[in-house]
């Protein structure tokens, strides 16, 4: 990330390569990117002449995607922090419905991170470009917001914006049953066939620290994790980066911990597997590779103060964990905002090490799985190929 790009207030994005596109994918995180890439990859490996234009990462950008701007290189999150950036973020939305508005793809598929994407597809029915403002572009959507968790509401104005929705939980359709929504269960990637787990158990394994990818709240989660570390003598851990400026924050802050000198190595994300143990993360897509695996460990969340208190109000889960969430029980414990603190984490982690959390973790592994393992209707990836008029 470039430090000054939460202050652009213009943008030049480029033309499309080749005279046009069929599809433009926008995916505003590291996750995003990630799953998006994975479904761009198949649906190119079907339909090798599809055009593909991307608002996204370098994983998109590597499957084949011409890519137009990084999204991953700013990651803001909470109430707090988008309302200090409120600026940029509405300026870069204007100008992505300004390129689509001038170069019209066939289709427009946004991935997760709902108040930027369904603002956008707002910007696009007001301008007539997409099909429900009386245009030709069709705006799909992959991954639902999480509805059933907090503004279930949010369900009719996606229904009046989009064309089409595919959601990669079972019980996601029944949510759109009150709407005209076309929706599609498309499966679960951590399910797919082709799908390698970035982590994997093994009880002579490392702890897993995974603090996010959103550089605020890594800024806040990550020094927890280094005080539990602390406290776990003689244990080794393995902290996993997604971005340079994320290894910065964690090497800055192993910097000032003496007592991790050695004991903690830095691993980017997307390498070869890391073999685990026990795992602290964040609330992110990570904290469901490892719990689909069944490696113990806890859930640990900092965010804004105000922002925390806002999310308390307006969510009506229980948990944060989506693992936990699914199971409706607090099968990896959760250590949020006020309860975030690295001595009871670490006497938790310390009993997250014997055998018998091994086979506890990996019964939950097993009913998460059962639960998340339905045949789904099509795959993303045909869902793609037929949205964007294949």
Not at 16 to 22: F, V
Not at 72 to 79: A, E, I, M, P
Not at 244 to 254: D, N, Q, V, W
Not at 262 to 288: D, E, F, Q, W
Request: some cysteine; glycine content about 10%.
């Amino acid at each position: 990330m470039k430090p000054d790009v939460l202050k652009m207030r213009s943008f030049d994005f480029p033309p499309p390569k080749g005279g046009g596109c069929d599809l433009l994918v926008i995916a505003g995180e590291h996750s995003g990117d990630e799953q998006a890439a994975r479904m761009v990859a198949g649906a190119l490996a079907e339909k090798p002449g599809l055009r593909v234009c991307a608002f996204g990462g370098e994983k998109l950008a590597s499957c084949g995607a011409q890519l137009l701007f990084d999204m991953t290189s700013f990651s803001v999150v909470g109430l707090v922090e988008v309302l200090k950036n409120y600026g940029f973020f509405k300026k870069l939305s204007e100008a992505v419905a300004g390129w689509i508005s001038e170069y019209r793809p066939k289709a427009v598929c946004f991935v997760d991170y709902p108040g930027f994407n369904l603002h956008i597809a707002s910007l696009l029915k007001g301008r007539g470009v997409s099909r429900k403002g009386g245009g030709s572009v069709r705006l799909i959507y992959y991954i639902s917001p999480q509805i059933w968790a907090w503004k279930a509401s949010r369900r009719f104005k996606m229904a009046s914006l989009l064309d089409s929705l595919a959601v990669i939980f079972p019980f996601e359709t029944e949510c759109y049953a009150d709407t005209d929504l076309d929706v599609h269960f498309v499966g679960h990637p951590f399910l797919s066939d082709s799908y390698e787990p970035p982590v994997k158990y093994g009880a002579d394994g490392e702890i897993l620290m995974l603090s996010g990818s959103r550089e605020i709240a890594v800024s806040r989660i990550f020094p927890v994790m280094c005080g539990a570390m602390e406290r776990l003598a003689g244990e080794r851990a393995a902290a996993v980066y997604p971005t340079p400026r994320i290894k910065k924050i964690l090497e800055g802050e192993l910097s000032r911990r003496p007592a991790l000198s050695g004991r903690v190595r830095l691993v980017p994300n997307g390498g070869a597997p890391i073999t685990a143990k026990a795992a602290m993360m964040s609330s992110g897509t990570m904290s469901l590779a490892c719990s689909l695996e069944g490696i113990p460990g806890a859930i640990v969340y900092k965010a804004n103060p105000f922002t925390y208190l806002v999310g308390r109000a307006v969510v009506k889960i229980e948990y944060l964990s989506i693992a936990n969430i699914l199971l409706d029980r607090p099968a990896w414990r959760e250590f949020i905002q006020f309860d975030a603190s690295a001595a009871p984490l670490a006497r938790y982690m310390g009993d997250c090490l014997s055998p018998a959390a091994r086979a506890k973790f990996a019964g939950y592994a097993e009913k998460l799985k059962s639960l998340l393992h339905a045949p789904p209707s099509l795959s993303a990836s045909q869902w793609l190929i037929r949205q964007a008029g294949g």
